[in-house]
């Protein structure tokens, strides 16, 4: 089948001018009329009882207009799992117990930031300190406290998978390994910290801006935990500088800036500094994590037991999602028969860990890919070798969870294996230099509805008019990765209009069609990308009567909507611009608009996702045995994602994807002292690779037709982050001798594995 | 944490700026290129009402070079400006390596060697090639003017001998012998854009026979005050510079330092980076020395 022009173009974001000369607008940026200043104050201790709060001089502090506590709010729980009731955890602001340092207590609205940050100081809270708990091991020992009352042991979801007779299989196997791993926090960092605007109207409505992946998501949450039906909150969204994951949920300063602004009739805004972010925001979950695998003598996966301790934090976030997730990670890569999964979400008294680019892939991926490269040594078989004997192959099954319906794993690693020269460099090994391998598949979507949306998953609305132009409205959230691109490439490419011809609406849940969950799981594409098609098919429909009527056209035709035209596929001299056809069927509509809605909800796709990328990643690094400082030299990818929609923006996504790789892998890492509070707080001490120290890189596109994709499209934003721990892993393993099972890689721990220090 | 409202005063002489102290004294701080001071009143309390900018006093941002003199750093000279400088690159390769690769090139371009000096941070860059060679501050009040030599100025972490009506006008850096080489190696987590977790700066000089006439070892992050290393640069004074005495001497900086644990890496791996750089330090000053006489 062949693709329209525009789709598989280097198209730049239409959005990047305004971004890189400083014109968008972020939340931030907006000041309204008489707006106050919102300021969280926050627990400074990581368990405690509030036993006592007094306001009172916050209050008389000349300038502050209102100073709120738990105690005044509805107090209705919320979370994003509302199909789970009991898995929604989280209060607004505290009302009996602090679980960790950062927990919000109060908020206060001033005239002014710096008032407001006074009359925080002056809030008196008298706590009851609770022993508090900082690993999972400790969460789940008997008689651990307990951090919430409603989940005994500390575990808020268990999740199990199991399929084929594990047992025998281990039994009889030729070789079995078992390994245990452990990976640690890193945090989004996104370069916008979040920041949110309320205005309230009518008593009783409230309009909230905020830097968000999910304004369906937040409206509605926002709306229970007011105490408001759901038509009463607007949510819109400006300019989102990134969120990967760290933006979607209903957060405190959302629900306070909304509260404030209808109590005190003035608009109000939060905005959190990157100190806040990096010592009270979401991040990535740590995990503990073991597995034990069994080989046939050839290399055929016989069975895995993957057993993971989510280090949950103080509340659910998005880690019940993780959990499910974890599991099916386990076993979508290989085609193996006997498999058990056993994830726990466990609280303990941290900073909340949530959903983060990858969602549970990339620590058991880490744990996964590394043990592929251990057996592959022990079994005596190249580990390219040892997956391609285990690989999964189009039409293949992941048990319990779908048939792939497109798959080049296969040739993904026949193609990373010919780029980076890995059978030559295998070789001839230089000294110091080392050569390793991470693999990844993801979901483009999910199929679950833990939201428990009525409505469908996505949903786009197409209007064109009478001058040639097209109106999209979609819910769909861009904060970075180019669905206002991407969509209007999609949009363009089904009806024929120019993508400069199309104005997109994209920020406001009163003006756009319900529903979206919102920016995650790699869903944007896929699943807003049908809607578009659907939508625009329709208004197809509305225009084909009158190229019909015109031409006086046997049925059998076919029509073609390609370069703002309209015209008859086998005869193209029958012909009309867009802006005549729109023209004339308004005319023949007596005025009536064409506008038409598309959606997509996956249907007969299993549980989990309608498609499945795949992808390999070879990292070649430098190891200095002297200082233990690895040296990324480059890194090679290859990887299936359907057919691209905008080449360039795939090639963001992996040069993002090996950035925050790179990250994770060497240098990241949230630093808690005994106490639960964070010991690094800004980006000095938060080390986060720079462009500076980006390697080089190579990558394939291996290009398959998703049948369920747009225009054969699958995703290519989250996938691309989870082979490169494990590669660089494997590659330092290859280097100097040290197989790094716990996360991150410091120099530290490689002199200390080759016996330079203790 | 929000910044508290002050004033900057602009004065264009050395005279103007001492008044301006002393007539304000407490309550006021010298501003040259704010990259710490300014981060000190945003994040961590510090209070001035009035700030005295160096920026437009003239004649303090010069930097020059003359064989009879050696090096004069102006004070309020930029640490980019330093860095390129071609007198500063010819004769002091340690120091124009520290001012290139610190912090980021905004933080470069603004900050000063002076404020780096006087921060007094235990990982300032350029303290350990100045401490190596031989570095002296000049330090002017009302009443008059003193030398202060950079080995007695550093007293402990963000503490200077530098009494607060003072200011550096200059730094004095004297020329270098012949048949002398000099080198700075730091390491941190990220390659670029980082402060030091370790560095190491080392200068040797050698007789006509190719002795050691003088070696000087300077260490940054790993003691309360950057710090020179005596014992291996007695060591190495007056003996023939091969490969086994240069490991031995490397190795003997560990004795010298008193790291502390701390986010950015643990005391056990500075001691470790200590030998490690101090030993790439020296070879590199050998190879450059003897390159030199040649």
């Given at each position: ?160 998978i199991a399929y084929g007779d594990l047992d025998q299989m281990f039994a009889q196997a030729h070789y079995v390994r078992e390994d245990t791993f ?107 994590i073991y597995s034990k695998v069994a080989f046939s003598k050839e290399g055929k996966l016989l069975a895995k037991d993957f057993q993971v ?17 974890c599991g099916?990670f386990g076993n979508m890569l290989y085609n193996f028969p006997a498999y058990r999964y056993l ?21 058991a991926a880490f744990a996964a890919e590394t043990q592929m490269n251990l057996a592959a040594q022990e079994l005596g078989l190249?580990p390219?070798d040892l997956r391609?004997i285990n690989a999964m ?6 048990p ?37 391998i991470g693999c ?286 494990p590669?660089?892993?494997h ?8 197989r790094?099972k ?17 | ?294």
């Amino acid at each position: 089948m062949k693709n329209p022009r525009i789709i598989g173009q280097s198209i730049p974001r239409l959005d990047a001018p305004d971004k890189a000369t400083g014109r968008a607008i972020y939340t931030d940026d907006i000041k309204l009329p008489g707006m106050l200043y919102g300021k969280l104050l926050r627990s400074p201790l990581a368990h405690a009882r509030i036993k006592r709060i007094d306001v009172a001089k916050a209050r008389a502090l000349p300038g502050v207009k209102d100073v709120i506590i738990g105690a005044d709010t509805p107090q209705v729980k919320y979370g994003n799992w509302r199909l789970v009731p009991g898995s929604q955890d989280e209060l607004p602001l505290a009302v009996d117990k602090v679980r960790f340092v950062g927990d919000e207590v109060a908020a206060v609205a001033a005239l002014d930031p710096e008032t407001a940050e006074r009359a925080c100081a002056l809030i008196e809270v008298e706590y009851e300190e609770l022993p508090a708990i900082f690993t999972v091991e400790e969460a789940i020992a008997e008689g651990a406290p307990l951090i919430h009352d409603e989940s005994p042991g500390n575990v808020s979801l268990v999740r199990k998978i199991a399929y084929g007779d594990l047992d025998q299989m281990f039994a009889q196997a030729h070789y079995v390994r078992e390994d245990t791993f452990k990976v640690h926090a890193v945090q989004h960092a996104y370069l916008e910290p979040c920041a949110c605007v309320a205005q309230a109207e009518e008593g009783s409505r409230v309009t909230l801006w905020t830097s968000t992946q999910v304004p369906y998501i937040v409206q509605c949450l926002l709306a229970s935990t007011l105490g408001l039906p759901e038509n009463n909150v607007r949510v819109m969204k400006v300019a989102v500088g990134g969120g990967f994951g760290g933006k979607m949920e209903l957060r405190p300063w959302e629900f306070c800036a909304a509260f404030l602004a209808l109590r005190t009739g003035r608009p109000l805004k939060f905005t959190l500094t990157r100190s806040d972010e990096l010592a009270f925001g979401r991040r990535r979950h740590p995990m503990s994590i073991y597995s034990k695998v069994a080989f046939s003598k050839e290399g055929k996966l016989l069975a895995k037991d993957f057993q993971v301790l989510l280090d949950g934090g103080a509340y659910n976030a998005m880690g019940p999602t993780a959990t499910y997730l974890c599991g099916t990670f386990g076993n979508m890569l290989y085609n193996f028969p006997a498999y058990r999964y056993l994830g726990q979400h466990v609280y303990t008294n941290k900073p909340p860990a949530s959903a983060m680019r990858g969602f549970g892939a990339p620590q058991a991926a880490f744990a996964a890919e590394t043990q592929m490269n251990l057996a592959a040594q022990e079994l005596g078989l190249d580990p390219i070798d040892l997956r391609l004997i285990n690989a999964m192959q189009t039409g293949d099954e992941i048990p319990e969870v779908a048939t792939i319906s497109s798959c080049g794993f296969k040739e993904s690693l026949t193609k990373v294996r010919q780029i980076s020269g890995w059978d030559l460099k295998r070789k001839d090994k230089k000294p110091g230099r080392g050569l390793g391998i991470g693999c990844f598949s993801f979901i483009s979507g999910g199929v679950f509805n833990w939201f428990n949306t009525k409505y469908n998953f996505s949903a786009a609305e197409v209007k064109v008019f009478e001058d040639g132009t097209a109106q999209l409205a979609c819910m769909a959230c861009d904060i970075g990765q180019g669905p206002d691109t991407v969509l209007r490439q999609i949009l363009s490419a089904e009806l024929g209009v120019s993508i400069e011809k199309i104005r997109l609406i994209s920020m406001d849940t009163a003006a756009t069609p319900k529903a979206d969950l919102g920016t995650w799981g790699s869903r944007v594409t896929l699943m807003n990308g049908n809607a578009v098609i659907q939508a625009a098919g329709k208004i197809k429909d509305m225009l084909a009567p009158v190229l019909f009527s015109q031409f006086d056209l046997n049925q059998i035709h076919d029509l073609a909507f390609e370069d703002d035209k309209v015209f008859v596929r086998a005869n193209p001299k029958r012909s009309m611009s867009l802006a005549e056809c729109v023209y004339k069927a308004l005319k023949g509509r007596r005025g009536e608009p064409l506008t038409a809605r598309g959606y997509y909800t996956p249907r007969n796709k299993g549980l989990v996702s309608p498609a499945f990328s795949f992808g390999a990643q070879v990292a070649e690094v430098e190891v200095d045995a002297d200082t233990g400082l690895t040296k990324v030299v480059k890194m090679y990818t290859a990887h299936d994602c359907g057919v691209p929609i905008n080449k360039m923006s795939v090639e963001g996504q992996l040069e993002g994807a090996v950035q925050m790789g790179l990250g994770y892998t060497l240098m990241e890492n949230l630093i808690l002292d005994q106490q639960g509070r964070t010991l690094n707080t800004t980006f000095l001490d938060y080390k986060m690779p720079t462009a500076q120290d980006m390697p080089p890189g190579e990558s394939v596109d291996v290009d398959t037709y998703e049948p369920e994709g747009p225009f054969g499209a699958k995703e290519a934003g989250e996938g691309l982050a989870i082979p490169t721990a494990p590669a660089i892993a494997h590659a330092v393993y290859e280097a100097c001798g040290y197989r790094c099972k716990e996360l991150p890689i410091t120099p530290e721990k490689v002199l200390r594995a080759l016996g330079k220090i203790k | 944490m929000a910044m508290p409202h002050f004033t900057v005063h602009q004065p264009k002489t050395l005279e103007q700026a001492l008044d301006l102290l002393s007539r304000h004294r407490s309550g006021v701080k010298l501003l040259a290129g704010g990259t710490d001071l300014l981060m000190k009143m945003r994040q961590a309390g510090l209070k001035a009402e009035h700030l005295v900018s160096l920026n437009r006093v003239e004649g303090l941002r010069t930097i020059s070079y003359r064989d009879e003199d050696g090096l004069v750093i102006g004070g309020a000279a930029r640490l980019a400006d330093v860095g390129r400088h071609p007198g500063v690159a010819q004769h002091y390769p340690a120091l124009a390596h520290a001012c290139s690769v610190m912090a980021t090139p905004q933080i470069r371009n603004m900050g000063t060697v002076a404020g780096n000096l006087v921060n007094a941070a235990p990982s300032a860059d350029t303290a350990a090639p100045l401490l190596a060679y031989g570095a002296s501050l000049v330090a002017v009040e009302r009443g008059g003017r003193r030398q202060i030599k950079l080995q007695d100025f550093f007293r402990g972490p963000g503490l200077s001998v530098l009494e607060p009506l003072e200011i550096v006008e200059a730094i004095r850096v004297p020329a270098p012998p012949a048949r002398c080489g000099s080198a700075y190696e730091r390491l941190s987590a990220r390659s670029q854009v980082d402060i030091a977790a370790v560095g190491v700066a080392g200068l040797l000089n050698l007789d006509l026979e190719g002795r050691v006439l003088r070696c000087r070892l300077a260490l940054g992050a790993v003691a309360p005050t950057p710090v020179r290393c005596l014992e291996a640069e007695q060591m190495l004074e007056g003996q023939a510079p091969d490969e086994a005495l240069l490991m031995r001497a490397g190795a003997s900086c560990v004795r010298s330092c008193q790291p502390i644990d701390d986010v950015r890496a643990s005391a056990a791996f500075r001691r470790a980076m200590v030998q490690v750089l101090a030993q790439r330090v020296l070879k590199r000053c050998l190879a450059l020395a003897q390159g030199g006489a040649s």
